[in-house]
């Protein structure tokens, strides 16, 4: 669709600068009396003028990620691509800005639906206030198309559950959770519970160690009780469940023993 309406822009800059030659070169004084280069003058100048300016323009506002940042949504070409897992490796301004708002190129590895790992990269238009939020290791749900992976645009479809949803099975593809524990943490009581002990096992599994946790864990009613759970974490998230913080957990009443705890990706 871009490239179409690039092409479109091109051809009609060409026609009304092959037409104002055109008129320039064959036109006929209509009187001994008209001062010569007449026909150079006239509406017809305002031809090369205007295809002059639209065509940059065409260009500029069909570049990636321009469209997406006045519309909110990502391009047709990808607004029903596969939803993946970008994992951000580099990123750069390129140099042009829209309302005085960078645009950014960003270097991804992408995890896809099926498991496997690609790089790739997309184009976006980011505010200032939130260029500090690009650092490598951010993980952001991006869409891209099966047939043409160097390609990716960071899904702004606003739908949580389905990058959740791309997010889970890469973690038990990983072995890093289970869909048992995804249940607990679905459908489980959400209450808090503070670390009161932490070691670490020595097991790792795609980055993520091993660690037991001791907790004491507050039920609705106020009452409390003790447990020990093992979660596989990130190395940016130990921070998180170190003794003393306080942690969002679930778990189900007929078995309190089996804590999940809820800690955000990005930590």
Same mark, same amino acid.
């Given at each position: 669709?871009?490239?179409?309406?690039?092409?479109?822009?091109?051809?009609?800059?060409?026609?009304?600068?092959?037409?104002?030659?055109?008129?320039?070169?064959?036109?006929?004084?209509?009187?001994?009396?008209?001062?010569?280069?007449?026909?150079?003058?006239?509406w017809q100048m305002a031809l090369p003028i205007i295809a002059l300016t639209l065509v940059p323009m065409v260009f500029a506002f069909t570049?990636?990620?321009?469209?997406? $940042? +006045?519309?909110?949504?990502?391009?047709?070409?990808?607004?029903?691509?596969?939803?993946?897992?970008?994992?951000?490796?580099? +990123?750069?301004?390129?140099?042009?800005?829209?309302?005085?708002?960078?645009?950014?190129?960003?270097? +991804?590895?992408?995890?896809?639906?099926?498991?496997?790992? +690609?790089?790739?990269?997309?184009?976006?238009?980011?505010?200032?206030?939130?260029?500090?939020?690009?650092?490598?290791?951010?993980?952001?749900?991006?869409?891209?198309?099966?047939?043409?992976?160097?390609?990716?645009?960071?899904?702004?479809?606003?739908?949580?559950?389905?990058?959740?949803? $791309?997010?889970?099975?890469?973690?038990?593809?990983?072995?890093?959770?289970?869909?048992?524990?995804?249940?607990?943490?679905?459908?489980?009581?959400?209450?808090? $519970?503070?670390?009161?002990?932490?070691?670490?096992?020595?097991?790792?599994?795609?980055?993520?160690?091993?660690?037991?946790?001791?907790?004491?864990?507050?039920?609705?009613?106020?009452?409390?009780?003790?447990?020990?759970?093992?979660?596989?974490?990130?190395?940016?998230?130990?921070?998180?469940?170190?003794?003393?913080?306080?942690?969002?957990?679930?778990?189900?009443?007929?078995?309190?023993?089996?804590?999940?705890? $809820?800690l955000p990706v990005n930590a």
């Open positions: 669709m871009m490239k179409s309406l690039r092409w479109i822009a091109v051809a009609i800059a060409a026609l009304a600068i092959g037409y104002y030659l055109l008129h320039g070169l064959t036109y006929v004084r209509t009187s001994e009396y008209e001062p010569a280069g007449m026909g150079w003058l006239g570049g990636e990620g321009i469209i997406a $940042a +006045f519309t909110g949504r990502n391009s047709a070409a990808f607004r029903n691509g596969l939803i993946g897992l970008g994992t951000i490796t580099s +990123f750069r301004q390129t140099g042009l800005t829209v309302n005085e708002q960078p645009q950014v190129r960003i270097e +991804f590895r992408v995890e896809g639906v099926d498991g496997k790992t +690609f790089d790739a990269a997309a184009k976006m238009i980011v505010p200032l206030t939130e260029l500090a939020l690009l650092q490598p290791g951010v993980v952001l749900p991006v869409r891209y198309l099966p047939d043409r992976t160097d390609k990716v645009e960071v899904d702004l479809s606003g739908d949580p559950a389905t990058a959740q949803q $791309a997010l889970n099975e890469s973690l038990i593809r990983k072995g890093i959770t289970t869909r048992h524990k995804l249940d607990i943490a679905e459908r489980g009581i959400a209450t808090q $519970a503070v670390v009161q002990a932490l070691s670490v096992t020595g097991t790792i599994r795609d980055g993520h160690s091993e660690v037991a946790l001791g907790l004491v864990v507050t039920r609705p009613d106020g009452s409390t009780y003790r447990t020990q759970v093992t979660k596989f974490l990130a190395p940016s998230t130990i921070g998180q469940v170190q003794v003393g913080r306080i942690l969002r957990v679930h778990y189900l009443p007929g078995n309190e023993d089996e804590v999940v705890i $809820a």
